[in-house]
């Protein structure tokens, strides 16, 4: 059963426009929800977070929006850059300890 | 080094040897966790350090997997009698404790059973 889903398996994005990734969960015990940014070879890069008690979060180019009540967040990317082609991974918490992961959703920014 | 490290970035081995992998957290970090990947597949928890005890272990998957940190420290995985399955790469991560959610992943050690 899994409780973090990435409907999308791939992104593709023309640069200077807006990437919306999306993340559906069930558990609703889950009180904080964060995306990291994975490259190949490389381990997961923390890129944004956001409590259950909020509905945004802005950091620059970044915002993570929360739906508790559609049990769905996303992570909006504008203007998207060409370095900005990674795996995206959704992941959420409750009492910060093991984090449940999406299967993740390829980016793909074209030039 | 200010991140997350790895030993070794890879492991052939094979099935049926033991083999151990690495994980030194970030200074100051008490609590670290490892995870997995297997191909096309999300990251898979296994097993949660709070200082050097383990409160959490409910995602090994088998008793062939223990781990063990020592010193609130550096940590090894260990996988007993590997079998093909195993094969995946095993991330492992670290944050500040209690209360702060975001863990820090270190590179990963792609371990391969032949």
């Known amino acids: 059963d899994q409780q973090v889903k990435q409907n999308s398996p791939s992104l593709s994005v023309q640069e200077g426009r807006i990437s919306i990734l999306n993340c559906d969960y069930t558990n609703s015990m889950f009180d904080y929800f964060l995306w990291y940014k994975k490259y190949p070879a490389e381990g997961p890069t923390f890129l944004i977070s956001i409590s259950s008690i909020k509905d945004k979060n802005e950091d620059g180019r970044f915002t993570v929006f929360l739906n508790k009540s559609a049990k769905h967040l996303s992570l909006h990317i504008v203007p998207s850059q060409p370095g900005d082609s990674a795996v995206y991974f959704c992941?959420?918490?409750?009492?910060?300890?093991?984090?449940?992961f999406g299967k993740g959703t390829k980016l793909s920014v074209i030039p | 080094g200010a991140g997350v490290s790895q030993s070794p970035s890879n492991k052939v081995t094979e099935k049926g040897k033991d083999v151990e992998l690495r994980c030194d957290p970030i200074s100051g970090h008490t609590a670290l966790y490892w995870y997995r990947q297997s191909l096309g597949q999300g990251l898979e928890f296994l097993i949660y350090f709070q200082g050097n005890s383990a409160p959490d272990k409910s995602g090994l998957p088998s008793d062939r997997f223990s781990a063990e940190r020592t010193g609130g420290s550096v940590s090894t995985l260990t996988i007993q009698r590997t079998q093909q399955e195993d094969s995946a790469v095993y991330l492992c991560?670290?944050?500040?404790?209690?209360?702060?959610?975001?863990?820090?992943f270190g590179p990963g050690t792609r371990l391969t059973v032949t």
């Open positions: 991560a670290s944050s500040r404790g209690q209360g702060f959610y975001e863990q820090y």
């Open positions: 992941a959420a918490s409750y009492g910060s300890y093991q984090l449940t």
